[in-house]
């Protein structure tokens, strides 16, 4: 017998679709480039043709090849570039990141029960320099895109103003009060930074080895702030009172291994003696 390839399509189909209403649906799709619920209600309304939305999508991946206009194909993102941590000079990268005061892996019941009686905020911003360790901090109640900007011109303002000249780049995660996902947001955000001398680039998802500097220090912060002294704040003046010596400590006193048993501070003074001796006062804002 005939050993050929044969089709395998039925040759009776009692619920299949007509072909006048698939060259209606196909006509339809080629004039509004509607989606199939949207496009279900027009040829509803428009055509007398009531079609479900589910049997449209069958309809057009048959009728794919008569579809007069190229399908969106989603665009590769870019390639995170790569950031040098060991060769950067001072203040050549700045990891900048969002933390939680309230962390119940940090802070006992009593702890967080005392924030939230004194409405104390929970949103810390900081942002590390990975050369120096140097740290800024500033505290928001809201995780808002707007605050992010605010952070992130603080920052640059704060360096500029205390005789930093290299040109920084941010490394930040994908959190919306970062740019996150809107490509518009970070795209603005590069184009505005170019004018301070600044660049900015998303670290990969889910990879906060990336920022590993500053999410380190949150670990210092708990440490070495909250879990001793969040017990002594009941208002934001007694936050940022506290912060400020905290700040203080941490930049100037505290000495880091990896420094060589230095304070950020006296690092700076090593590798960028230019800079202006007041940097070392950072002032929490809130």
């Known amino acids: 017998g005939d050993l050929r390839d044969r089709s395998r399509a039925p040759l009776h189909s009692p619920d299949k679709t007509p072909g006048e209403t698939e060259d209606k649906v196909v006509e339809a799709k080629n004039q509004t480039h509607l989606g199939s619920k949207r496009l279900s209600v027009y040829l509803q309304k428009y055509e007398k043709i009531k079609v479900p939305y589910g049997t449209i999508r069958h309809i057009l991946r048959r ?15 870019e390639k995170r570039e790569f950031v040098d941590w060991y060769s950067a000079k001072p203040f050549q990268v700045v990891q900048v990141d969002l933390k939680f005061i309230r962390d ?22 900081g942002a590390i320099n990975v050369n120096s360790r140097f740290k800024l901090i500033a505290y928001s109640r809201e995780k808002t895109w707007t605050n992010g900007l605010m952070f992130y011109l603080w920052v640059i303002s704060w360096l500029r103003s205390h005789g930093v000249k290299e040109k920084i780049v941010f490394t930040v995660d994908h959190g919306e009060e970062w740019g996150g996902k809107s490509w518009m947001k970070v795209k603005e955000l590069k184009r505005l930074f170019s004018g301070f001398g600044c660049k900015l680039i ?20 708990d440490e070495k ?27 100037n006193l505290r000495e880091h291994s990896s420094l060589n048993c230095q304070t950020p501070y006296q690092h700076l003074q090593k590798y960028l003696p230019e800079v202006d001796k007041n940097i070392r006062f950072v002032i929490p804002i809130m």
Request: hydrophobic fraction near 30%; glycine fraction near 4%.
């Open 202 to 221: 998303q670290n990969h998802k889910g990879h906060m080895e990336e920022n590993a500097h500053l999410e380190r220090s949150h670990r210092t912060d």
């Open 225 to 251: 702030f909250y879990i001793p002294r969040v017990l002594n704040m009941k208002s934001e003046i007694d936050l940022l009172d506290e912060a400020l010596g905290y700040i203080y400590y941490y930049n």
């Open 104 to 125: 119940r892996k940090a802070l006992n019941s009593e702890q967080i029960i005392h924030l939230e009686y004194h409405n104390i905020p929970n949103d810390q911003w």
């Open 63 to 77: 009728n794919r090849f008569r579809l007069n206009y190229g399908l969106r194909r989603r665009k590769k993102s």
